[in-house]
């Protein structure tokens, strides 16, 4: 029988999570002291209760309460659904040694079960729906043992608790975190995560028993996978999950109260299965999603209206934001508002920022103005519109202005798109180009290669450093930069790689180094996000049209070619990811800016050609990441996505071999979108997977060059020899020989030099068994 309803009343005003690394990286700084065994255990749980408690004095600074469970307790070392893992004791087999007597795991092999341990390969890493944030992926089977191993989600709310601060435990849900789950090594074929959900739901109630008893009142329970069509499960086994599950939790008895908080989009078909369960408030992604209509049971819940883009920086429409707000009240009496999604996805705060002009700043909102916002928008639903009619019209003020500041709008590259044709999207015959590349570049079978970068050492970073500060002149700098290139080149050669890359060491990041160099960009000193565990970037801001003034990257290219025979890549980074790793104006369609970051790099890419670049590798790491969550908007994003990479690499003769990467990502589902982009080596993420992607790809029929990577660069481990032959033995059985180059999952900039060197040695190493034991099988 169902419980009687929890009475606690939900806040008026709240966000679903918040930034973490610490407004100056202070979480990333220690963490990765913790790794170089520079700091202990306890040094760097030091910081992290330092820092949760900045969160919660600055929250309720900005207008949360201090003990109305507004303010979410949301921290995580690395990543939430890891934290999910280590507390319902999902650890693989692999890692079972590291597990103590009790059941629990320490902040060493918690940190193992992410970065991976000798032989031991960490947890796979993949996009977190459609964000640039990345979480671990579970290993679920049959064997698994579920129980409730690990408390700091408990031990977090009691130290809250005891600093004055009632606040709102937050975890992934039941439902999110199996769906989000591959079949373990263990498990027979065809085996789902899902299946399991009845063996994991004593735990979440254990666990839910357990912040009761410590005094929570709400506990939040994050359920984006309702949201996806994407997931590969059939929608009915999802919805009866949905319902299970919220069954069974909403039934106990003693709990806190449940706000089932769905994220990045409509929950469509799940809102009336959740409506139907005991669960006392829901929230809604008003700002990606749209108003539901009625359902039964509906009017009972409290409605937690996402109407604050959590997922961008830009201030926005707060008018229409509390008119969101206002149209719930049709569908239940109980509203409160929200952030549509945790604001993890952006910087902790605007005025951090010293030099971004005045008229831009005013155009932004980071986490922090974003709370301002939450809170005066509750203090609108509560006392009305008129209570907040100043903070409404500055809003107003400042979205006219940017409407209509010069450079958001730039005629001579609108008419510049206008102009485009169809041929502007597309190259020659493959088998022309083929021929022709292979005459041009004459590389042997199973040619390698890498992504791009090379690791950043401090010597790098502190002489871009001074060069922007002005201290190095720019000759020098020039260079500095150059016998850096001149290093990289040359130990290539020793390695024995045959195609090469400059290093790039002269930029800063993939993204932000094109933004600095291109119109309609600006970049930020402290807007850091967290992209994956300690990983963490600075999305540009993209505010108006793009065009490219300057060539940017021909120089660097040219000068590494001079001291080479061998190939060496032009690298550029796509116009989607582009798009996926900015902060991108929301005023036009995707689509629209899309293609102006397409006609600035086809002109890049037709000059690095003109200068003599044989090969030019265009990344498209996120073209998966943005893939829309609903079916319906697959076709639109896979037309305009494919259709500007094309229009940035359609320019060049047959001879010019076109590369791009991809990775984090489930390829299966946009294979044939890989196939459209028509580029002639595609290089994937595959080491972590062991090469599940090569199976997608046979099946598809993918008939260019694959590079299937081989050498996980997001793991400090040293792959040996044998494993790399192993993972390229297994490529081999699905691709054929002419296709398959041999290469890292990834660009090296965030590895040392000696894994590096070793990893890469051990992968020439394993080419040349495989060659070898090739051309035997061709003599004989």
């Known amino acids: 029988m169902p419980s009687a309803p929890i009475s606690s009343t939900f806040p008026p005003g709240t966000i679903l999570g918040y930034p973490r690394i610490g407004r100056r990286r202070e979480l990333k700084k220690a963490v990765e002291a913790f790794w170089s065994q520079t700091i202990d255990a306890a040094a760097l749980e030091a910081v992290a209760a330092g820092l949760r408690q900045q969160t919660r004095d600055r929250l309720v600074d900005l207008g949360l309460g201090r003990t109305d469970s507004s303010i979410p307790e949301s921290f995580s070392y690395y990543d939430q659904v890891l934290d999910t893992i280590v507390a319902v004791g999902a650890i693989p087999s692999r890692f079972a040694s590291l597990v103590a007597a009790d059941g629990t795991l320490d902040l060493a092999g918690y940190f193992t079960l992410a970065r991976g341990e000798g032989e031991n390969l960490p947890l796979e890493m993949t996009k977190w729906f459609d964000s640039n944030y990345h979480y671990l992926v579970p290993e679920i089977g049959p064997e698994t043992a579920f129980s409730l191993a690990g408390d700091r989600i408990v031990r977090e709310f009691v130290e809250a608790k005891a600093a004055g601060f009632l606040t709102r435990p937050v975890l992934v849900g039941p439902v999110t975190f199996l769906l989000l789950s591959k079949a373990s090594d263990e498990a027979p074929a065809g085996f789902s995560p899902l299946s399991r959900l009845d063996d994991l739901l004593p735990v979440y109630a254990a666990l839910l028993a357990r912040l009761a008893d410590a005094g929570a009142d709400w506990v939040q329970l994050d359920e984006p996978g309702l949201v996806s069509e994407s997931i590969d499960v059939p929608r009915a086994e999802t919805l009866a999950a949905v319902a299970s599950a919220y069954g069974v939790l909403g039934g106990l008895t003693g709990r806190p109260a449940l706000f089932v908080a769905a994220p990045y989009g409509s929950l469509d078909d799940a809102l009336p299965v959740l409506a139907a369960t005991a669960v006392e408030a829901i929230g809604l992604d008003l700002v990606r999603g749209t108003l539901p209509q009625a359902v039964p049971g509906l009017a009972g819940k409290t409605l937690v209206a996402g109407v604050i883009d959590g997922h961008n920086i830009w201030r926005g429409d707060l008018t229409g934001a509390i008119e969101g707000a206002e149209g719930v009240r049709a569908l239940s009496d109980s509203v409160s508002v929200s952030t549509s999604t945790s604001l993890l996805h952006v910087p902790h705060d605007v005025l951090d920022e010293t030099s971004l002009p005045g008229s831009l700043v005013s155009w932004l909102a980071f986490a922090d103005q974003k709370v301002g916002q939450v809170a005066t928008l509750a203090q609108g639903l509560v006392n009305g519109r008129a209570a907040i009619a100043g903070p409404l019209a500055e809003a107003a003020a400042a979205l006219a202005a940017?409407?209509?500041?010069?450079?958001?709008?730039?005629?001579?590259?609108?008419?510049?798109?206008?102009?485009?044709?169809?041929?502007?999207?597309?190259?020659?015959?493959?088998?022309?180009?083929?021929?022709?590349?292979?005459?041009?570049?004459?590389?042997?079978?199973?040619?390698?290669?890498?992504?791009?970068?090379?690791?950043?050492?401090?010597?790098?970073?502190?002489?871009?450093?001074?060069?922007?500060?002005?201290?190095?002149?720019?000759?020098?700098?020039?260079?500095?930069?150059?016998?850096?290139?001149?290093?990289?080149?040359?130990?290539?050669?020793?390695?024995?790689?045959?195609?090469?890359?400059?290093?790039?060491?002269?930029?800063?990041?993939?993204?932000?180094?094109?933004?600095?160099?291109?119109?309609?960009?600006?970049?930020?000193?402290?807007?850091?996000?967290?992209?994956?565990?300690?990983?963490?970037?600075?999305?540009?801001?993209?505010?108006?049209?793009?065009?490219?003034?300057?060539?940017?990257?021909?120089?660097?290219?040219?000068?590494?070619?001079?001291?080479?025979?061998?190939?060496?890549?032009?690298?550029?980074?796509?116009?989607?990811?582009?798009?996926?790793w900015s902060f991108v104006r929301d005023d036009q369609p995707l689509g629209e800016t899309a293609r102006q970051v397409a006609l600035a790099l086809r002109d890049e890419i037709g000059d690095l050609e003109a200068a003599g670049i044989k090969i030019v590798q265009v990344d498209e790491p996120a073209l998966r990441e943005l893939l829309p969550l609903k079916k319906k908007d697959h076709a639109d994003y896979l037309d305009w996505s494919v259709g500007s990479f094309r229009l940035a690499t359609a320019g060049v003769a047959d001879a010019t071999q076109i590369h791009t990467h991809l990775c984090y990502s489930e390829f299966g589902v946009v294979i044939e979108a890989i196939r459209n982009l028509d580029a002639d080596v595609t290089s994937i993420e595959a080491a972590r997977s062991r090469m599940e992607v090569v199976r997608e790809i046979e099946a598809g029929g993918f008939d260019h060059g694959i590079g299937a990577g081989i050498y996980d660069i997001h793991s400090p481990r040293v792959p040996s020899v044998d494993e790399l032959t192993t993972l390229l033995d297994t490529a081999l059985e699905s691709i054929p020989e002419r296709q398959v180059w041999v290469n890292p999952d990834c660009g090296l900039k965030t590895r040392g030099y000696d894994e590096t060197v070793q990893s890469l040695q051990n992968m020439l190493a394993a080419t040349r068994v495989v060659r070898e034991r090739l051309s035997a099988d061709v003599i004989a």
């Open 402 to 580: 940017r409407h209509s500041a010069p450079g958001v709008r730039d005629g001579a590259v609108r008419l510049r798109a206008a102009a485009l044709t169809d041929a502007d999207f597309s190259r020659g015959a493959y088998a022309d180009r083929l021929s022709a590349q292979d005459s041009a570049l004459q590389l042997p079978s199973l040619p390698t290669t890498t992504i791009g970068s090379f690791p950043q050492t401090g010597d790098i970073r502190r002489t871009r450093a001074q060069f922007l500060k002005g201290t190095l002149a720019a000759d020098e700098y020039r260079s500095l930069m150059r016998a850096e290139i001149g290093r990289v080149v040359a130990l290539q050669e020793e390695i024995g790689l045959d195609v090469l890359v400059h290093g790039e060491p002269e930029r800063n990041d993939m993204v932000q180094y094109f933004a600095e160099n291109l119109d309609g960009f600006a970049v930020t000193e402290n807007g850091w996000v967290q992209s994956y565990g300690s990983r963490c970037t600075r999305p540009s801001i993209l505010w108006g049209d793009v065009s490219r003034p300057a060539p940017i990257t021909v120089d660097w290219s040219v000068y590494a070619q001079s001291l080479t025979t061998k190939p060496v890549k032009g690298m550029l980074t796509g116009p989607v990811t582009i798009l996926a």
